[in-house]
Nanobody, 115 residues
């Protein structure tokens, strides 16, 4: 099983980034996919989830209207489009796959929002 995040980096406040997660080694289309983040000195925080078919999407209140999660079940990828970034969005962002008692994590990608 592999979840490989990419797309992180340094961006100025108000800017945008698009994170991607490439999945392999499991039946991707059966899994709900989520993004989490962990800021320095803080616990890991749930950011967004998209269900296996893409029929249901949820976001933490702090990113609603700014972030968009999407998935491509043909390509086994999930993405997080992040707009209007704020300094408080600075964190390591993790891709997560979950189905029943199966729960997989990626290694994370750093997002830093700073001028």
């Amino acid at each position: 099983v592999q979840l490989v995040e990419s797309g992180g980096g340094l961006v100025q406040p108000g800017g945008s980034l698009r994170l991607s997660c490439a999945a392999s080694g499991f039946p991707f289309s059966m899994y709900d996919m989520s993004w989490y983040r962990q800021a320095p000195g803080k616990e890991r925080e749930w950011v967004a989830t998209i269900t296996s078919t893409g029929g249901t999407i949820n976001y933490v209140d702090s990113v609603k209207g700014r972030f968009t999660i999407s998935r491509d079940n043909a390509e086994n990828t999930v993405s997080l489009q992040m707009n209007s970034l704020k300094s408080e969005d600075t964190a390591v962002y993790y891709c997560n796959a979950r189905w029943w008692n199966r729960n997989y994590w990626g290694q994370g990608t750093q997002v830093t929002v700073s001028s």
